[in-house]
């Protein structure tokens, strides 16, 4: 079945430092592709997202590209703040009606001045 | 625009009572629901996926005489936790798709404590 990989953290940066966040995919179809983070004691908030391949999803300087031949969807950031410290989840979605985002496992940032 | 709406967002209950869990969709229909249940430092386990007005669908392993789900209408869904114990303590989220821009979107989760 589907499933996503996302590189083990904890990752600990210091303010301003370059951000990679490793996330590869297995899908049988044409998958649409997520980043979400997650502060802590909330829910889910939608970062950025890609729905085919080559395409770049941006957001408050975070960015991934939809990498299909090498099944990856990597989030960058080139200078990180202290208010991004947080858990960033990479998931998948069929796209079909009805059907659930697949995630990994969530990668928690930590970022100190 | 497409806002689900958790409640509570924290509850602590003692065991053997249950606990109900609703999440509106404020400005959408939200024909799908998901469920999800996450434990610390993890990541999210899909419980279920609930259609407006039919049964939900759990995933393997989910118990849905404990976790019973209803969509009784295409703004709200709840998940009633029954006869919680400490192990179902967790933090649950619910998330519908959002057919406009095929995303979806989360309501802000609750912390179930059962003590």
């Known amino acids: 079945g589907d499933s996503v990989t996302q590189m083990e953290g904890p990752v600990t940066l210091s303010e301003e430092a370059f951000l990679t966040i490793n996330c590869t995919y297995t899908a049988t179809g044409y998958p649409s592709l997520f980043w979400y983070v997650q502060y802590p004691g909330e829910g889910l908030q939608l970062l950025l997202k890609a729905t085919k391949a080559d395409d770049k999803g941006s957001n408050k300087g975070f960015e991934a590209t939809y990498r299909k031949e090498t099944t990856s969807f990597h989030l960058e950031k080139g200078s990180v703040q202290v208010s991004d410290s947080a858990v960033y989840f990479c998931a998948l979605s069929e796209g079909q009606a009805g059907t659930a985002l697949i995630f990994g496992k969530g990668t928690t940032l930590s970022v100190s001045s | 625009g497409a806002v689900v709406s958790q409640h509570p967002s924290w509850v602590i209950c003692k065991s053997g009572t249950s606990v109900k869990i609703e999440c509106r969709s404020l400005?959408?229909?939200?024909?799908?629901m998901f469920w999800y249940r996450q434990f610390p430092k993890q990541s999210l386990m899909l419980m279920a996926t609930s259609n407006e007005g039919s049964k939900a669908t759990y995933e393997q392993g989910v118990e849905k005489d404990k976790f019973l789900i209803n969509h009784a209408s295409l703004t709200l869904s709840t998940l009633t936790v029954t006869s919680a114990h400490p192990e179902d303590s967790s933090f649950y989220i619910c998330?519908?798709?959002?057919?406009?821009?095929?995303?979806?979107?989360f309501g802000s989760g609750t912390r179930l404590t059962v003590v």
């Open positions: 998330s519908a798709r959002v057919r406009s821009n095929y995303g979806y979107t």
């Open positions: 400005d959408f229909q939200a024909t799908t």
